[in-house]
């Protein structure tokens, strides 16, 4: 009899083999349908993420040279692949539709032995670790096409002969860029992008600062009060002098707060800091490199309106001072231009300045985000710290 | 179609799943250190070819014996569950064509089952070398009348060893249908964690 080397069934599957009762025994059979079967793949997934599959709410992003990764509604991981040299039988359950076997020819077959069948053999399985979404590509990709003058001028004449090129919508956005729907949201944020016609977009520096300017300069034609703006009053200004509705709607809230509505108008206040932080940069853009201290405190004093904050303490991870002799200079180093990878950063950080004080550091590192590592880990692995004495400040240098 | 000057850039692959979480189908999987090697003869008709026997001996104790080698083992949860997918390949023919007229494929993962018990037979094996013959006509005992499969392992002092290899994973390997394997510059770790070489 030929029944111990083949089964003419195969309809046990993984139940049987879950199930399997002490002192009961199971055959273990390769699968009629057995095979590589290299569309079948494996995930280990914690627990808690489940509900996030079964509510579609889990995408694989990334561009086919990039690392593979994973991202739920609001975390990011990285994929990795975990080979194993053990042989890891894959058993599917017996009902598996595709793979289901005609239970009438069992039965025909008088099979009556209890068994289960292996579909595959896996060569390990991928795994995921929690990392920083990766959100540098965000900024340069915005930046092919930041939105002007021309853009507002040719608002109205919206056509399909329209160049797309280097414009993106957010469907666009979340294929190219690896992180989750969230953090996604929350790096357009923090680059002050806007969306306008279904495109997100960069505002121009150039164009922000006309924008403002003609602002803070209506505040004063107008009598308009600084910390209760009127939006409809402004934007319609605004919109007669030539900026889109969408656009103006935008520079307030870059550089103002929305004051809680009681009722239904809504009334903005002009952020003090953003404000006087907006006219720095301006100012040192002008200069290209360095400036000295003095000329540089007059010029930014002279912008910024009157009764808001021009103090140094305020442009913390703007700007880098330097002694040159007996004059103090200052120049232009932000902290939002720099990656976000760790390594990459410090190692910028170090060409800028082999030596740095923690309190000159600090607002270069504060927003790294590694899943996992603290801040002090970041800098232990990345710097050598050296203090002197015990009241002196601690110094960083490269490791 | 000279506009090939940009790449075809691929959409986001969605993990789908169209049971519940609750009636996810369970997988299950066996095993063991080695690898399970089939009479020549016989490796092209593998399917529905028996390999071996599993057996509950007692609550907790699993026996699995192939060819002349007994295994033991027990039933582990898993660590954590791991999702059965399938790779599928769909034409692209959502309305958000606007994103991407150069691509007609969609790639989509479905998750077709959930695994969270296996049987590992991590034991040596034991040697059956007097096993009992069934009571079989022996009149037509051919030459290639052994067991049809042998557990071929890896023995390195004297103890059997489970290699692990971990490696980053590209997209573009996860998109092609040959055997995920990643990268080369993976790490290689024996089974207490130690370098293997």
């Known amino acids: 009899m030929e029944m111990e080397k083949h089964l003419n069934c195969s309809r046990g599957g993984a139940e049987s083999v879950l199930g399997l009762k002490p002192s009961s025994s199971l055959s273990i059979a390769y699968h009629p349908e057995y095979g590589p079967h290299n569309d079948i793949v494996l995930l280990e997934l914690d627990e808690k993420l489940l509900p996030d599959v079964f509510n579609q709410r889990v995408f694989i992003r990334g561009q086919p040279d990039d690392d593979a990764v994973l991202c739920t509604q609001s975390k990011t991981y990285a994929v990795k692949f975990v080979g194993t040299s053990n042989s890891v039988c894959l058993v599917p359950p017996s009902n598996q539709s595709g793979m289901r076997r005609k239970l009438q020819d069992h039965e025909e077959n008088g099979c009556d032995l209890e068994s289960a069948s292996v579909i595959k053999l896996a060569p390990g399985s991928m795994e995921i670790v929690e990392i920083a979404p990766r959100l540098d590509k965000l900024k340069s990709l915005l930046s092919q096409a930041p939105y ?40 357009l944020q923090s680059l002050s992008a806007f969306e306008i016609d279904g495109y997100w977009r960069l505002l121009d520096e150039t164009y922000m600062d006309m ?189 | 179609m000279g506009m090939m000057a940009e790449e075809a850039k691929i959409m986001q692959i969605q993990l789908k799943c169209s049971c519940g979480e609750g009636s996810c189908p369970e997988w299950a999987i066996i095993e063991l250190q080695g690898v399970v090697e089939v009479q020549p003869d016989f490796q092209e008709q593998l399917k529905n070819l028996k390999i071996g026997q599993i057996c509950r001996s007692s609550e907790d104790t699993y026996t699995f014996t192939i060819g002349y080698h007994e295994l033991t083992g027990s039933k582990v949860p898993m660590k954590k569950p791991l999702l059965v997918l399938k790779k599928i390949k769909n034409l692209n023919i959502e309305d958000n064509a606007d994103t991407n007229p150069s691509n007609p494929f969609k790639m989509e993962l479905e998750v077709i089952g959930i695994i969270r018990h296996k049987i590992l037979f991590k034991t040596r094996p034991k040697a059956l070398i007097n096993r009992p013959q069934p009571v079989v006509k022996e009149r037509k005992q051919s030459s290639k009348s052994g067991p049809l499969h042998y557990l071929v392992q890896d023995y390195r002092d004297g103890a059997s060893m489970l290699i692990v290899v971990t490696s980053m994973l590209k997209l573009h390997n996860l998109l092609l249908d040959d055997v995920i394997a990643g990268h080369e510059e993976g790490s290689l770790s024996g089974k207490d964690g130690s370098r293997v070489w």
């Not at chain 1, 003609?214 to 900026?243: I, K, Q, R, Y």
Request: proline residues 3%.
């Open chain 1, 148 to 187: 002007g003058i021309e853009d507002a001028s040719e608002m109205e004449v919206e056509g399909l002969g329209r160049d797309e090129k280097g414009l993106y919508k957010w469907g666009d956005l979340v294929n190219e860029i690896q992180a989750s729907d969230e953090e996604l949201k929350s790096g």
């Open chain 1, 211 to 399: 924008i403002l300017k003609m602002l803070l300069h209506n505040c004063v034609l107008l009598d308009w009060t600084l910390n209760a703006l009127d939006e409809d009053e402004v934007l319609g200004v605004l919109e007669s002098d030539g900026f889109p509705r969408k656009v103006a709607h935008h520079c307030l809230s870059v550089y103002g707060d929305k004051l809680q509505e009681g009722g239904c108008k809504p009334f903005w206040k002009l952020n003090d800091k953003r404000v006087s932080v907006h006219f720095a940069r301006s100012v040192l853009r002008e200069a290209e490199g360095n400036m000295k201290m003095e000329r540089f405190l007059d010029e930014w004093r002279r912008k910024v309106p009157i009764g808001m904050e021009t103090s140094l303490e305020i442009l913390e991870g703007e700007i880098l001072t330097e002694k040159i002799g007996i004059e103090i200079w200052i120049r232009a180093f932000r902290a939002s231009s720099l990656p976000s990878a760790a390594a990459d950063r410090f190692s910028i950080l170090f060409k800028e300045r082999p030596r740095w004080d923690w309190k000159d550091l600090q607002p270069y590192i504060r927003d790294l985000n590694i899943p996992g590592v603290s801040l002090e880990g970041l800098l232990l692995k990345y710097t050598r710290r050296v203090q002197s004495s015990s009241h002196e400040e601690p110094v960083f240098t490269a490791r």
